[in-house]
């Protein structure tokens, strides 16, 4: 039998596209899969949609009181059982071969912690406005390597949605650290890379949504000095750890490059986001 692999949608009043987002993984080739979807208390309609769905590999779970983003994240993970683990945030899409081609990348390569694929981005319609690329290398990269690079010029490991995790590895790195209120899927890619290798499939296999009342969106706009605040709490975390060598003057040099493109991405919102 194929390795199992979870796939978990943690979710929070996401009624407007939380169907459209199961339905992308229950299409999926791959069929050895369970679908972990954990609601954080949401005041919507989130979960009568969920409950509507009727597929033996879905697995709702309800949170008594909501636990934030770092609790629900890890709440999911805590869940899983597969040997491989996707997780999805409730608004974004998977193409029907994503788990297939890269469960296949990550069972034909034991070293690998991380297989990343391409990513389409869509507006709030799902209509296409762009795309983002991982690394420019294809196949396997070294993660210390990929693990400098991001941390230095941009992240190239990129959402959630992008990346199937291999489940023994994250068991001895840790899940996600509450010390992160919004880039703690940055730190986990890098601790995860950092302790392996990573494989990068150059295909658009999932759909990030963009939307300026996303998480992403409210960042990048009216938070922008926190999302500063806290690559300059990564960038300190990772030096200090010692497996990336990082110096002061590479600190300030990442910076200035991550606060130039907050800007780019923040105009990219404003023409494409609503």
């Not at 979807?37 to 009181?65: A, G």
């Not at 040997?83 to 193409?95: F, S, T």
């Not at 990348?105 to 507006?123: C, F, G, Q």
Request: glycine share 6%; with cysteine; hydrophobic share 40%.
């Amino acid at each position: 039998m194929e390795p199992l692999v979870s796939v978990c949608i943690p979710a929070y009043n996401n009624a407007d596209y939380i169907k459209e987002t199961v339905e992308s993984v229950l299409r999926q080739t791959y069929q050895n899969l369970e679908l972990i979807v954990v609601d954080d208390n949401s005041t919507d309609h989130t979960v009568e949609i969920l409950e509507s769905i009727q597929d033996e590999r879905l697995k709702i779970y309800h949170n008594e009181k909501n636990l934030g983003m770092v609790g629900n994240w890890n709440r999911c993970l805590e869940l899983a059982t597969g040997d491989y683990v996707k997780l999805i945030c409730a608004d974004d899409m998977i193409a029907s071969a994503a788990i297939e081609k890269e469960a296949n990348a990550m069972k034909k390569h034991p070293s690998v912690n991380l297989v990343e694929s391409d990513t389409r981005l869509v507006d709030i319609h799902g209509r296409r406005t762009g795309q983002f690329r991982r690394y420019p290398k294809s196949g396997i990269v070294d993660g210390k390597k990929l693990a400098k690079i991001s941390l230095m010029i941009q992240d190239f490991y990129g959402a959630p949605v992008n990346n199937l995790i291999r489940r023994s590895a994250l068991k001895r790195t840790g899940g996600f650290d509450p010390a992160f209120t919004y880039i703690l899927d940055f730190d986990m890619w890098l601790r995860l890379s950092c302790a392996g290798d990573v494989y990068i499939i150059h295909e658009q296999l999932n759909s990030f949504r963009i939307r300026n009342d996303s998480n992403t969106g409210v960042l990048i706009g009216e938070k922008r000095d926190i999302y500063n605040g806290e690559h300059r709490k990564l960038l300190e975390k990772h030096a200090k750890a010692g497996v990336v060598k990082i110096t002061a003057f590479e600190i300030r040099l990442s910076m200035m490059i991550r606060k130039l493109r907050n800007i780019a991405i923040g105009v990219y919102l404003k023409i494409f986001a609503k």
